[in-house]
């Protein structure tokens, strides 16, 4: 079991930055790949990054390849996303997700066990 609960959200204009956090708590967070998702008014919950245990292995949706950035600290049970160069079609509810386990599919909802309840993000132009 383990809780999640996201930060970080907040309102920045088209260019700006910012950091989302992750908290986990109960299960040991180094037992868990993460990953982050988000959902657009009317759209559904696309994924936009996801991390393996250790942290050292990364993959990222198209749409955010090369601005966004998610690591992790195991110590701090926590884990990041930042987002660089914010676009308004970036605007949503970010979602955390834990999965305690590995498989060949990282990018659907199916494949995560854990959901925080969400941080709205909203990039103005």
């Known amino acids: 079991q383990v809780q999640l609960v996201e930060s970080g959200g907040g309102l920045v204009q088209a260019g700006g930055s910012l950091r989302l956090s992750c908290a986990a708590s109960?299960?040991?967070?180094?037992?868990?790949?993460m990953g982050w998702f988000r959902q657009a008014p009317g759209k559904e919950r696309e994924f936009v990054a996801a991390?393996?245990?250790?942290?050292?292995?990364?993959s990222y949706a198209d749409s955010v390849e090369g601005r966004f950035t998610m690591f992790r600290d195991n110590v701090k049970n926590t884990v990041y996303l930042q987002m660089n160069d914010l676009k308004p079609e970036d605007t949503a509810v970010y979602y955390c997700?834990?999965?305690?386990?590995?498989?060949?599919?990282?990018?659907?909802?199916?494949?995560?066990?854990?959901w925080g309840q969400g941080t709205q993000v909203t990039v103005s132009s």
């Open positions: 991390i393996s245990r250790g942290g050292g292995r990364t």
């Open positions: 109960g299960r040991t967070f180094s037992y868990y790949n």
């Open positions: 997700a834990a999965r305690g386990y590995d498989s060949s599919r990282y990018d659907r909802r199916i494949d995560y066990d854990y």
